[in-house]
């Protein structure tokens, strides 16, 4: 078998696998497609999803679904103000009969971890969060000890509520691969919800996407091939957030430089690209097109820009500056 048919083999495989997945999930959860491809995203690109959305939006039902579906090990941790970091982590206790400590580990030790509200911890709190995050261990006593891998985590933040919450570092915003926007349903998904709430409806699901068949997954979206063109793009369109180190460009990226205190870091360009070569992949293609590259650049960036009081004070969110780089960076 010639390398061309492998590949094709591994791609039909990786399309079946995601269509799969995509079924079983809506099975349960009505809508939301936008959700759906931010969890399995994340998951093939070995990232981490922060999802933002008002309460009432299936966000932990949607983590839910998905460690079902791939008979992952699944926790779910409330983050709250008196939270302490042993609560996530685990912690030492004493082993009379031995006389020796010995760890009892936490419940960041599982394959799909909901950090709920994630918001609402204290600084020492995110701190281990972030240890597990990036290095995939955590800390006990004077001891190290690995995460199971796939290690994901998947953490929530309500929007409106500030009242007793603690604003993430960027440096662990920049931990997350994606921030997916949660919206409400339309009319006739609210319809559909309401009638399966009042039904009592409980809808199983099938186990469809396993540690193998992840793997599979993130095989396929490595043989997607990318232009360097397209690579020169994503990194335009990070830079171009960067307002002390944007090239000169056309007056519109001049503009949007005064709605920017601090712009993206090079971690955002890895994330672009291989976000992109998964959106490829999701939409069937073994090669990435510019349309890749703009789809994924919102979810990708909103979360890294640190906006100036200018854009605060003319109504201008993330989404909007980054809709404004798009439209005036130049496609490849």
């Known amino acids: 078998m010639s390398e061309g048919q492998r590949d094709e083999g591994l791609m039909r495989a990786a399309g079946e696998l995601t269509q799969r997945a995509r079924a079983e999930m809506a099975r349960r959860i009505v809508g939301k497609d936008e959700v759906v491809t931010g969890i399995l995203m994340g998951v093939v690109a070995s990232g981490h999803v922060l999802l933002e959305g008002v309460p009432g939006l299936a966000k932990t039902l949607a983590a839910k679904t998905f460690a079902e579906i791939s008979g992952l090990d699944y926790s779910r941790v409330q983050f709250t103000p008196d939270l302490l970091p042993a609560d996530i982590t685990g912690t030492l206790i004493y082993d009379q009969s031995s006389g020796r400590f010995t760890p009892r580990k936490g419940p960041l030790f599982a394959n799909v971890v909901l950090a709920d509200e994630v918001n609402r911890a204290p600084a020492k709190v995110q701190s281990a969060l972030l240890e597990a995050m990036e290095e995939g261990q955590v800390t006990i006593g004077d001891t190290s000890y690995a995460l199971p891998e796939p290690f994901f985590v998947l953490a929530t933040q309500n929007p409106i509520e500030h009242e007793g919450t603690y604003p993430l570092p960027e440096a662990q915003l920049d931990r997350f691969i994606l921030k997916v926007v949660a919206s409400y349903p339309s009319a006739e998904e609210e319809s559909a919800i309401v009638s399966r709430v009042a039904n009592r409806e409980t809808v199983p ?119 404004a780089i798009l439209g005036a960076t130049a496609l490849p």
């Open 205 to 323: 699901v099938s186990k469809v996407l396993g540690a193998q068949e992840i793997g599979l997954l993130r095989r396929a979206a490595e043989s997607v091939r990318v232009d360097e063109s397209l690579v020169d793009y994503a990194v335009r369109l990070v830079r171009a957030t960067r307002p002390a180190s944007a090239p000169p460009g056309p007056q519109a990226l001049r503009d949007v430089a005064r709605w920017l205190e601090y712009g993206a870091s090079p971690r955002a360009s890895i994330h672009l690209y291989r976000c992109a070569r998964i959106h490829a992949l999701f939409d069937g293609r073994a090669h990435v097109l510019p349309d890749d590259v703009k789809a994924c650049a919102p979810a990708v960036l909103r979360h890294r820009l640190v906006l100036s009081y200018q854009a605060e004070a003319d109504g201008i969110d993330a989404d909007s500056v980054v809709a």
